[in-house]
Every structure is written in structure tokens, then in C-alpha cells.
T-cell receptor, first 117, second 114 residues
Framework: DAGVIQSPRHEVTEMGQEVTLRCKPI?????LFWYRQTMMRGLELLIY????????DSGMPEDRFSAKMPNASFSTLKIQPSEPRDSAVYFC???????????????FGPGTRLTVL | KQEVTQIPAALSVPEGENLVLNCSFT??????LQWFRQDPGKGLTSLLL?????REQTSGRLNASLDKSSGRSTLYIAASQPGDSATYLC?????????????FGKGTKLSVIP
């Protein structure tokens, strides 16, 4: 298996522009997670899906952020409009069904490094 | 609110030394605890997962222990090698707002000097 695939790997944009990050989870995994990593705050969960349905989006910082999962093999995280404080590395992870739902290990993609100027 | 703390933030050791990384968490109501490795510019790789009912897990030169009641875990690395240089993150899976959440520590950056 190719693992979790994220694109683009790097994104540089100007403040106010729309940014779309993409993720393809591992086939057969029914949990998908979006994280953000910064030096100040470390890794933070933004949102996660189970069977394409958003379960917990309490970590989404504000309305400028939105995430979708139209099918089992694709998810997007969109920021509109982007701001310099959104600069971070965004990770997508997926997990197979666990005994208590999401209790199995998570497999991380390589991340997208976003820089907003 | 669950908080995960890792000490030290950075550690430098000579090759061949045994070492221990520490992780503590504030709420003992967890489902499992995981140790991840992160290499620069890369994603996270799961090293060991300890279920809440377990006390330890071993994989090769790595041994992770869990004391849920005291909110502590350690990652023991035997006979360290330069290839072990990376950032090691601890994460706990717990309930939050009616769903499951994985809360991470900020990591310990390990440098193994040849």
C-alpha cells in the first residue's frame, strides 16, 4: 500500500487566498483525521471523519476552515481566506476500524507545509 | 482537559547509550497511549501502542511502559544509534466531547552522537 497520500507537499500563498489541501487515506481505513502542527502548539486535531461523516470538528479554529470527505478515498481541508497565522504543517492520518472506534493506531501522511505570506 | 507533557524537550546522547524518554498525562481515563517517531520534514510513524489494560509493549530495542493510575509512560531505547535521531511524540487516546481524541505532547528531540 502507498500509505496516506497528501498533496501538495508544499504550498506558498498570499494572505486572503483560498487554499485547498488534499488527502487520500489508506484503502480500507474508515477513520480520517486532519491535524495541524506548529512549533508553539505542537500537533492539534482539527477534525475527524468516520465512514465519510464528520464526527468531531471542535478543533477547527474558525469558520475560515472547512473539511469535506465526499467518498472513502478522498478528503479536502480548505482555508478561505488564508491568513499568515495559518502557516503550519497540516497532516492527514487514517485508521482502520478499532475495537472501540478509532482505538487502533493512526497512519500519518507526509504532511503539507503551508506558508501564508 | 487532557494535557500531555514530555520531558525533556531535547536530549543529546553518545552512541551506544541507553536512554529513557518521559511522558505524563493529566487524565488517566485513556483508551491507549502511543509513541510516535517524527523525522524532519516527514510525517509520524507509530512505534508502539499500549492499550489501557496493558503495562508495557516491546519492539526490538524499544520498550514502552504505561502506569495509567499515575499518568505516566516511558519509552526506553537500548543501545542508541545515530539512526535513532528524531523527535519522539507521545499521544493518548481519550474521550472528548462525545468522540475520540488523540492528544499529543510536544515531543522530545533526540540526537544520538556517533
Amino acid at each position: 500500500d502507498a500509505g496516506v497520500i497528501q498533496s501538495p507537499r508544499h504550498e506558498v500563498t498570499e494572505m486572503g487566498q483560498e487554499v485547498t489541501l488534499r488527502c487520500k487515506p489508506i484503502s480500507g481505513h474508515d477513520y480520517l483525521f486532519w491535524y495541524r502542527q506548529t512549533m508553539m502548539r505542537g500537533l492539534e486535531l482539527l477534525i475527524y471523519f468516520n465512514n465519510n461523516v464528520p464526527i468531531d470538528d471542535s478543533g477547527m479554529p474558525e469558520d475560515r476552515f472547512s473539511a469535506k470527505m465526499p467518498n472513502a478515498s478522498f478528503s479536502t481541508l480548505k482555508i478561505q481566506p488564508s491568513e499568515p497565522r495559518d502557516s503550519a504543517v497540516y497532516f492527514c492520518a487514517s485508521s482502520p476500524p478499532g475495537l472501540a472506534g478509532g482505538t487502533d493506531t493512526q497512519y500519518f501522511g507526509p504532511g503539507t507545509r503551508l506558508t501564508v505570506l | 482537559k487532557q494535557e500531555v507533557t514530555q520531558i525533556p524537550a531535547a536530549l543529546s546522547v553518545p552512541e551506544g547509550e541507553n536512554l529513557v524518554l518521559n511522558c505524563s498525562f493529566t487524565d488517566s481515563a485513556i483508551y491507549n497511549l502511543q509513541w510516535f517517531r517524527q523525522d524532519p520534514g516527514k510525517g509520524l510513524t507509530s512505534l508502539l501502542l499500549i492499550q489501557s489494560s496493558q503495562r508495557e509493549q516491546t519492539s526490538g530495542r524499544l520498550n514502552a511502559s504505561l502506569d495509567k493510575s499515575s499518568g505516566r509512560s516511558t519509552l526506553y531505547i537500548a543501545a542508541s544509534q545515530p539512526g535513532d535521531s528524531a523527535t519522539y511524540l507521545c499521544a493518548v487516546l481519550h474521550s472528548g466531547a462525545g468522540s475520540y481524541q488523540l492528544t499529543f505532547g510536544k515531543g522530545t528531540k533526540l540526537s544520538v552522537i556517533p
